[in-house]
């Protein structure tokens, strides 16, 4: 069963405007949250992350939003640039370990 | 800088030959995972270790093993390839805390199964 889903595999925005990549998990155990980001023939590289005790956290141009109630994280990327084109991972871990468990990546197109 | 580094960027292989992909890191991370990326499935975890000498199976560990002899290296071991393994291979390496650890990847290795 896949735990951590992202329904988009692809979403094409304007430079300047806005991005927002979504991401649903079901595991009420999960309680940390984290966005990769990864170019071709890259290996992923930490964006940023959330802990179940927040509901936001921003870095620079990203920020993720937490909704515990409906198991649903996103990530914002204002304003959206080319360089930021890459596939993003969103990844979840609960309190009993150290793996992640990953959704399938989005890949997000900024055209200039 | 965490840098974690894989042996093989690309690799060629035909079905059967036993193949070892390396990963080395050098940030005395306790965590190390093997994960391969294909194509609509994301990262599928395919075995861990917290320690020396110490794994863990992932989520598809079969067709697969692992070695870890120092801390600072985990290798994956394909006894006999067969091409539906041919994918990207991920290591990554976290530090232990017990709570809201990050994972810090490799480059990847790109295996062709032939």
């Known amino acids: 069963d896949q735990q951590v889903k992202q329904n988009s595999p692809s979403l094409s925005v304007q430079e300047g405007r806005i991005s927002i990549l979504n991401c649903d998990y079901t595991?009420?155990?999960?309680?940390?949250f984290l966005w990769y980001k990864k170019y071709p023939a890259e290996g992923p590289t930490f964006l940023i992350s959330?802990?179940?005790?927040?509901d936001k956290n921003e870095d620079g141009r990203f920020t993720v939003f937490l909704n515990k109630s409906a198991k649903h994280l996103s990530l914002h990327i204002v304003p959206s640039q080319p360089g930021d084109s890459a596939v993003y991972f969103c990844?979840?871990?609960?309190?009993?370990?150290?793996?992640?468990?990953f959704g399938e990546g989005t890949q997000l197109t900024v055209n200039p | 800088d965490v840098k974690v580094t894989q042996s093989s960027r690309y690799l060629v292989k035909r079905t059967g030959e036993k193949v070892f992909l390396e990963c080395v890191q050098d940030?005395?991370?306790?965590?190390m995972f093997w994960y391969r990326q294909d194509p609509g499935l994301g990262l599928r975890l395919i075995y861990f270790?917290?320690?020396?000498?110490?794994?863990e199976k992932g989520d598809i560990p079969e067709g697969y093993s692992v070695s870890r002899e120092k801390k600072e290296r985990f290798s994956l071991i394909l006894e006999s390839a067969s091409t539906n393994q041919t994918s990207m291979y991920l290591c990554?390496?976290?530090?232990?805390?017990?709570?809201?650890?990050?994972?810090?990847f490799g480059p990847g290795t790109r295996l062709l199964v032939l």
């Open positions: 959330i802990s179940s005790i927040k």
């Open positions: 270790s917290y320690d020396v000498k110490m794994k």
């Open positions: 990554a390496s976290s530090l232990w805390t017990g709570l809201w650890e990050t994972q810090y």
């Open positions: 595991n009420s155990m999960f309680d940390y």
């Open positions: 940030m005395d991370h306790e965590n």
């Open positions: 990844a979840a871990s609960s309190p009993s370990g150290s793996r992640l468990t």
